[in-house]
T-cell receptor, first 108, second 111 residues
Framework: QKEVEQDPGPLSVPEGAIVSLNCTYS??????FMWYRQYSRKGPELLMY????GNKEDGRFTAQVDKSSKYISLFIRDSQPSDSATYLC????????FGKGTRLHILP | DSGVTQTPKHLITATGQRVTLRCSPR?????VYWYQQSLDQGLQFLIQ???????AKGNILERFSAQQFPDLHSELNLSSLELGDSALYFC??????????FGPGTRLTVL
């Protein structure tokens, strides 16, 4: 079993919809959870950072961590075409491990 | 713009050759991380330096090495290149481990 699993997509949703992106993981030692957004031909940029379980909200973005289920989510409300990108989950104990990323397309 | 710079943007070379990728971190960031991104493996952590010292090692091959200089810029050296080394190589810098700022990457093509 891979340490971090993430559906590669692509995921296509209409503009304005709520998007749900998810990752599962196997290592219960992970304490820090992150979501990065990567536009085509660019480096990843940090979107959200969460420590341990719970929710964190930043504008249209909400990150959710369920350590009991080893499951993390990123919700995007009122999705925009500019949200079209690849979203990578990441988690860390002493080293950071990235998911392979989900490609998201927001259709105008 | 993250403030992290990487050169060159693109590199095309032949198998068996050696190349050097360069990274300048954001002003004030002491940590530099190197990553390899390929379609099949995703983003893989290679190595981290903190203020000139190696701090953590990931999936870095023995043919690869890195260093961080006193001015905090870093270089990743890739030698005896193979076709499978073709990938995007990213550098990131940070103040803390969880807020990493990525550079634009170097696209390496090994022919």
């Amino acid at each position: 079993q891979k340490e971090v699993e993430q559906d590669p997509g692509p995921l296509s949703v209409p503009e304005g919809a709520i998007v749900s992106l998810n990752c599962t993981y196997s290592n219960s030692a992970f304490q820090y959870f992150m979501w990065y957004r990567q536009y085509s031909r660019k480096g990843p940029e940090l979107l959200m950072y969460t420590y341990s379980s719970g929710n964190k909200e930043d504008g249209r973005f909400t990150a959710q961590v369920d350590k009991s289920s080893k499951y993390i989510s990123l919700f995007i409300r009122d999705s925009q075409p500019s949200d079209s990108a690849t979203y990578l989950c990441a988690m860390r104990d002493d080293k950071i491990i990235f998911g392979k990323g989900t490609r998201l397309h927001i259709l105008p | 713009d993250s403030g992290v710079t990487q050169t060159p943007k693109h590199l095309i070379t032949a198998t068996g050759q050696r190349v050097t990728l360069r990274c300048s971190p954001r002003s004030g960031d002491l940590s530099v991380y190197w990553y390899q991104q390929s379609l099949d493996q995703g983003l893989q952590f290679l190595i981290q330096y903190y203020n000139g010292e190696e701090r953590a090692k990931g999936n870095i091959l023995e043919r690869f090495s890195a260093q961080q200089f006193p001015d905090l810029h870093s270089e990743l050296n890739l030698s005896s290149l193979e076709l499978g080394d073709s990938a995007l190589y990213f550098c990131a810098s940070s103040v803390d481990a969880d807020t990493q700022y990525f550079g634009p990457g170097t696209r390496l093509t090994v022919l």
